[in-house]
Every structure is written in C-alpha cells, then in structure tokens.
C-alpha cells in the first residue's frame, strides 16, 4: 500500500526524467511558444493546406471538388461523376470526424469500406452536416472536400483491418522527431483512433522499421485480426516520407506539427493532412518520451538548414 | 520588451501576491472596521439600555444632568437617544455628561435616555490604562483607622489578591469584631465601597467605584450595580463587592466611573433614575454600515457591494461565487484532467443544482437528458440540418420541461417542479453532442462524457452550495481578485495532470525496464 502511493507520487519525477510529454507542456511550452496562431488556419483548412502543399512539392490526394454552400449539396452527384471511389471530409475537421469514404459508387449506391450501402439522401445529410458546422473545431460554418480515394499500398493491408493506415511524424523545427503508424482493428470499427482500440506502432524515424506496437497502451505483437506480426513492419520510401514531414515546416512555419502520410501504391507517399496540435499518444507508440527527443534536437540539431539537409541530419544522427 | 526582464509567470506570481496583500488587508479591515465575520450566521447583540430619570419640579429652572456611560471597548454606542420635551439638550464632552435644560415646569417630568450599544467581539480588553496618581491616605479619626489597619492585618489570611481580601474579609458570613466596629450589620453597597475605598487608599492602591449594568434580557427597573475598581499589575480591574470575583462580568457595561452622581437634578425634588434592558439579535452583516461609520471609514463603505439595494446585493451574491466555481473547473480539466462536454457546461449545471437542490436536480437531469436522447434518436431518421436539428432539440427540452412542470404541480412532486431551473440552451446542446457521440463512438463513451461532465458538475456543486464559502465569497469579494490569478497562473503549469500520471504509467515502466536491461 505504502510503497504503491510511493511509486504514484514519485511518477511526475519519473515521467520527467525519462522526458515523457504532458498535455499542458504541449500546450503551454511546445505549442504556444512555437506556433503562431496566425498560422493556424494553414493547417486547420484542408483546402488551404491542399493548394500550399502544392505549390511547394508536397503530393496529396487529387481535389475532386468543394462544396461549400447548401444549395450545392444537390449538385454533388455532377461532382462525383467520373469517380467510383472518392472520401467526403470537412475542412475544417479534426480527429477524423466526419471523413467518409466511399468505396463503391454505382447507380447512386454509396459503399463504405465496412460493405454498408449508403443512399444519396444519406449522402446529403453527411455534408448538410459538414457544412453547418457539426465537425468543425469550433463549430463555425465549414465546407465539404471531396477528394480521391488514396489507393493504399498493398504493404500495409495485412496489418490493418480496414481503413487506411498512415504515418503521422512529428516534426520539431523542421526535424522528424518521432513517428508512428496507426492500425485499424475490428474493436476500432475500421477507424484510426488509439482510445478507440486501434493499434499504433512506433517507428524508427530513422529507418522507418517499427520499434513496438500497443494497443490500449499495452504492448502488442500481432494484429488481432489478421493476425501479422506488427513488428515487422517496415515503411518503404522513408526518406520520402521525412521530407515531406520536413518541408510541412516551410511549408507552414509551425515549429510542432504532425504531418498525416498516406503510401498510395502508384504516387508513393502523399500528405494527407497537417496538424498544429498533435496528439502525445505517439510516446506510447513508442516506448519514448517527445520531451527527451524535443530536447536532443534543440541541444544537438543545427539550426537554418534546408529540408534536404534536416532529413539527412536525421537519417545520419545516431 | 517587458518580456526580457520577467518571465510571463514571474509577473503573475507578483501579481497574485499583491492581491492577496491586498485582499488580507482589505478583509482585515472588514472584519476589524466593519465587524464582517467568517461566520455566515454571526449574530450580534443589541443591547437598548433605558434610564428613567423623573421628578417633581420645584418651580425653579431646571437643569438635568446625566451620566453619559463611559465606553469600554468591548461594547460601542450604535446609537443615543432621548426623549425630553422642551428641554434643550447639551452634551458636556469633557465630564461625559448630557445637560438638559428648560424653564420652570410643573406636572411630574419625565425624562428618558435611550442608548443602543452592540457587543464588540473583536475588541476585549485590549487597552491599558496609564499609571494613576498614588491616592492620598483618607482623613479618618483615630478610631476609625485603627479598626481600618486591624482589617487590613486580618485580611491577610484571606486568598487572593490585596482588594480581593479585603472585600473578602468584609464580606464574611458572621463579620468579625473590625467589620462591625465599620460597618452596620445591613451594609449598603455605598457603605461597604467607602470602607474598601479607605482600605485600599490605605494600602497605597488607587482605586474608584464604578457602576455598571448588568446586560439580561428584558431587566425592568433596577438601578446600576456598584463595583470596585483598583488599578494593580498596570491596569485598572474590576472587582464584584459582594464575592471579590475579579474582572468585568460578562454582558457588563460599565455606565460610570468615580464617585460622580448618575443624575444630577436642580429645580426638581424626589427625582428617581431607573434603568430597563433590553436585548435584540441583528445579523452582523447589517451592523457593519454603523461600525463603519465609527471607525471612520463610510465612504469606503458606501462604495463597497453591502451600500446596494437587497436586489442587486443578491445579484452580486450570485456572481462572486462564478469565479470560484471557474478555478474548480480549471483545476479538474488542467490539473486533474478530466474531459467533460464543453468548458463550462458542468458549472452551469452546478449553479442549475444549486437551484434545484441536489437529488431533485439529479433525477431532473436524468429524466431530460434521457427522454432527450430518446426524441434525438427517433428524430436522427428525418435528416434534418444542424441548426434547426439543434433548435427542435431545444423545444423538446423545453416542452419536457413544461410536462415536467406540470406534472409536479398535479400530483405533488417537488422533484418535477425543479425542472424548470435547468439551462435549456446548455440542456440541448448536452443531447445533441452525447447523440453525436453515441452514433459515432457508441453508447458507452457518450455515457462516460454526460457522467464525466455530471460528476464534475457535483463537485462544483458541493463547492459553491456551501453557505460557508457563499458567505465568504460575498462579504470578502476580494478574494475573486485572488482567485482571477490564481486562473492565470494555472495557465502557466506546465506539470502532468493526474489523468496523465495513470496514462502514461505503462509507457513510464517500459521505457525504465528497458534502461534497466
């Protein structure tokens, strides 16, 4: 009993020490220290995001339309036309809420991925929603992206149940610092969501191998459901991935951000989504603390390189 | 600029210790000024002390003078009054007597002066009286001041100290021969202090009597009781004539010190004085404007919350606990860590408790947000659009809320009637958001947020229903000033909310298992 409320007083120390990240460090030391609100709207407009990483040679998923008034909600089925598969998300979306896709679209017959067939009036409802705000992070009027379905590299299938599975990095100063790869499983509903029983492996920012997989912030060794052993999970393309990771920092000028990459098995890697708040579950991913990396960059990383040269730091430091 | 000088919690910390100066001083002077107390339910006694003087004139001028009571600190004079038809009234500040004058009268007069004092809690017996003159040594005949010197001698034996054994000795139940060779057998209370007196005087004590009433309620005519005052150890004590019983009796007030007349009459014959008592029981609260007024400091009073109308008083009642009720919110989201649906959604709920009463306003809540998101769920199917989804929403909680209402009224429950004390607004949006996240993350994480925000809701509640702490946050309103830094600084913490400790407990063992290996 004594030695029980020992160890639980005695874990602010321990977590500090092994420089594990807390939420009102993120938020008060990290995030408002190194993140211009100014710039919050980059990252927090899918649209915006979209045009800016294109203009600075960041691939993402094509932009099939948007719609950002009611009145265009009925036209989304001439929008849609000449796609069989494409997703549905809110711009000003967070946390995934509110993305649907579509992965079968024939006589006016909407597949999601889980086989449940959707109507247009389903449909319509899905953006009338999006637009009035319901996804949004404060809840203003918002509009509806419809975007290409990332065909997503056959070397992940075996270790997700559904959904798309990407690589979220965290990039501090424009160096990669920590990166992860989220599973879905059967308990997850296909969603990508750690609290919601998705696995999230730890990945090597240097190698792009994975370093260990939990699930419920136990560890974990093979998928649940199809049963791969997750830690044999190696990411082709790594150097792709870190430099679009690394150029989201020009790209931006968010000193913390986490950039969403998909592999698309004919594009190779693509940037799904930035985000200026990233999650701290990607420590329990994997098995290290942000604060101890953050701190190593800060003491260790030169400053004023350019992405080419960051990615290189990163790929060679030891 | 500031910035390179001081860190941004560096002027907070400054901050916040100059208002907490600044709000022990400002409550030392309400509670030491203004007589405000810690204690919601304080009482204070007001005493309403009535002397009767009457008399026959004799056709001359008349001129009455009182004895206006010598003001010790634990009581203080809330109001004077009298009551004496055509008599023009003067006070003599230096003899601390009231002087009434009129022509010749001649029915039987009657005067009456009416005096308020309240207890003084915060002031007993704190100030010393400066060292008397060494009395001079009575003028006595040979007599009498060998039996006095043989009393002295023999009182030695009695306890305590020199007044105490005289009055002791004097006061034995079969007197002996010196008391008697000094005193009649019936001894008025006049007879027995001219002997104490002449002992003490003897003894190279200062001393003078003093009268006094003693405070009880509803006490009709009576007259002042006589006491002893010697001054020993540096200070003047009051010594009971009757028993030696040191110190001042409680709920005493001494009206007069010395040998000085009550009431002195001139132009009036067979005049009496009789005293009434009696006693009345005020909230401190309401006293503090009058005790403001004594120490000097009205203005500040009158610009101070308690100068408001009742109303407006019990607005800002309400108001001065919100900040508190925010800090309880701060501490369990950034410091505990609890997610709840909205930032202050639980403190609207607490404040809707406080209104209802706890138990009643639970089965409330539940009973609207249930039916809720029972009528959201069936209403999913239509597809309608966010706002007027969200407005239908609100008219169901208002339209449960009125069925509420009326079937309280009809068959009698209470529990029913409160319903109506909870925020629609906030009501619907707590169904809209758990019938969201029921639909997308199932029942059991909808219900966790409803009861996370529920449980966070009562804990406020227990806060902020406690009167103690609405007294406190209302008649020292400065401490909002405290508490609005005491917010900002929390927005400063940097360390691990509890939640976190818990979260990252099995990282925290991996990482220190594989430093081990």
Redesign the interface.
């Known amino acids: 009993m004594l030695t029980a409320i020992k160890e639980?007083l005695s874990?602010?120390r321990?977590?500090?020490e092994?420089g594990?990240l807390?939420?009102?460090?993120r938020n008060?030391?990290v995030i408002a220290h190194y993140n211009q609100r100014r710039l919050y709207p980059l990252v927090d407009d899918k649209v915006q995001t979209k045009l800016l990483a294109n203009k600075i040679g960041i691939t993402t998923p094509k932009l099939i339309g948007v719609i950002a008034h009611?009145y265009e909600v009925k036209n989304f089925l001439q929008v849609v036309k000449d796609y069989s598969e494409f997703v549905i998300k809110p711009a000003h979306g967070s946390g995934g809420?509110g993305v649907m896709i579509i992965k079968n679209y024939t006589d006016k017959v909407f597949t999601t991925p889980s086989g449940k067939e959707l109507t247009f009036?389903?449909i319509?409802?899905h953006i009338?929603?999006i637009l009035?705000?319901?996804y949004s992070l404060g809840g203003q009027y918002d509009v509806a992206v419809v975007e290409e379905l990332v065909h997503f590299s056959n070397i992940f299938e075996k270790y997700s149940y559904q959904g798309i599975p990407d690589v979220r990095v965290i990039v501090y100063r424009g160096y990669p610092a920590m990166a992860m790869t989220r599973l879905s499983t059967a308990e997850s509903g296909g969603r990508a969501n750690l609290h919601?029983g998705a696995i999230g492996v730890g990945l090597d920012i240097k190698t792009g191998n994975s370093l260990?997989a939990?699930q419920h912030?136990?560890?974990v060794l093979i998928h649940p459901d199809t049963k791969e052993d997750l830690l044999s999970i190696k990411v082709p393309l790594w150097r792709e991935h870190l430099e679009i990771a690394a150029k989201a920092y020009e790209m931006t000028g968010l000193g913390y951000l986490g950039a969403d990459i998909v592999l698309d098995r004919d594009k190779g890697p693509m940037m799904l989504e930035l985000n200026a708040r990233p999650g701290l579950a990607i420590?329990?991913a994997n098995?290290?603390?942000l604060a101890a990396a953050i701190a190593n960059i800060e003491k260790n990383y030169p400053k004023n390189l350019s992405w080419q040269e960051r990615v290189d730091f990163v790929l060679n430091a030891h | 600029m500031l910035k390179k000088f001081l860190s941004v919690r560096a002027i907070l910390t400054i901050g916040l210790i100059c208002s907490l100066i600044f709000a022990l001083y400002s409550i030392y002077c309400k509670v030491e000024y203004w007589g405000l107390s810690f204690n919601p339910s304080q009482k204070t006694n007001i005493w309403t002390i009535e002397a009767h003087v009457s008399f026959m004139p004799t056709g001359e001028p008349i001129k009455v003078s009182i004895a206006q009571p010598t003001v010790s600190e634990d009581f203080k004079i809330l109001d004077e009054n009298i009551v004496a038809k055509k008599y023009q009234i003067k006070k003599d500040l230096k003899n601390n007597r009231i002087i009434l004058t009129t022509k010749q009268a001649e029915d039987m007069q009657h005067l009456y002066y009416q005096l308020l004092l309240f207890d003084n809690e915060q002031a007993k017996g704190k100030i010393k009286a400066p060292a008397p003159a060494k009395p001079k040594k009575p003028v006595l005949d040979e007599q009498s001041l060998f039996n006095l010197q043989q009393l002295i001698t023999l009182s030695k034996t009695m306890p305590g100290d020199v007044p105490q054994k005289i009055i002791r000795y004097i006061n034995q139940e079969t007197p002996d021969a010196s008391v008697v060779a000094l005193l009649p057998l019936k001894k008025s209370p006049q007879e027995m202090l001219d002997v104490m007196q002449n002992a003490l005087s003897l003894e190279g004590i200062p001393n003078r009597r003093a009268r006094g009433i003693k405070l009880a309620e509803d006490k009709k005519s009576f007259t002042p009781d006589y006491m002893l005052e010697a001054y020993t150890e540096g200070q003047w004590k009051l010594y009971d004539i009757n028993n030696g019983k040191k110190g001042k009796p409680e709920n005493f007030v001494l009206y007069q010190r010395g040998g000085i007349s009550l009431v002195d009459v001139e132009g009036g014959e067979d005049s009496s004085v009789q005293f009434s008592v009696m006693k009345s029981i005020t909230s401190t609260a309401k006293l503090a404007s009058k005790r403001a007024a004594l120490a000097q400091q009205q203005e500040s009073f009158d610009n101070s919350v308690f100068n408001l109308p009742v109303l407006e008083q019990n607005t800002i009642k309400w108001l001065t606990i919100f900040p508190l009720a925010i800090l309880v919110i701060v501490l369990l989201r950034n410091v505990v860590g609890v997610q709840t649906m909205g930032t202050f959604t639980p403190m609207l709920l607490s404040m809707a408790l406080v209104k209802t009463g706890f138990i009643p306003g639970l089965i409330c809540f539940t009973i609207i947000v249930s039916l809720g998101l029972l009528i959201r769920a069936l209403m999913s199917k239509f597809n309608l659009l966010l706002v007027p989804r969200i407005s239908a929403v609100v008219i169901f909680v208002i339209l449960i809320m009125q069925a509420l209402t009326l079937l309280g009224f009809r068959f009698s429950l209470d529990i029913a009637l409160s319903a109506v004390f909870f925020p629609i607004i906030i009501m619907a949006w707590i169904i809209e958001r758990a019938s969201i996240t029921w639909e997308e993350d199932g029942a059991k994480n909808a219900c966790r947020e409803i009861i996370n925000s529920l449980v966070v809701a009562v804990i406020t509640y227990f806060i902020i229903s406690s009167e103690f702490i609405r007294h406190v946050m209302y008649v020292f309103n400065e401490l909002n000033l405290v508490i609005l830094f005491i917010v900002m600084l929390l927005g400063t913490y940097t360390g691990y909310r509890l939640t976190e400790l818990k979260r990252f407990a099995p990282v925290l063992k991996d990482i220190e298992d594989v430093d081990r290996h």
Do not use: E, F, T
Request: charged share 20%.
């Open positions: 639980y874990r602010p321990r977590l500090h092994v594990i807390g939420m009102n460090c008060y030391a009611q809420k009036n389903d319509y409802q009338s929603n009035s705000g319901l919601q260990r939990v912030n136990k560890p420590q329990i098995g290290r603390g």
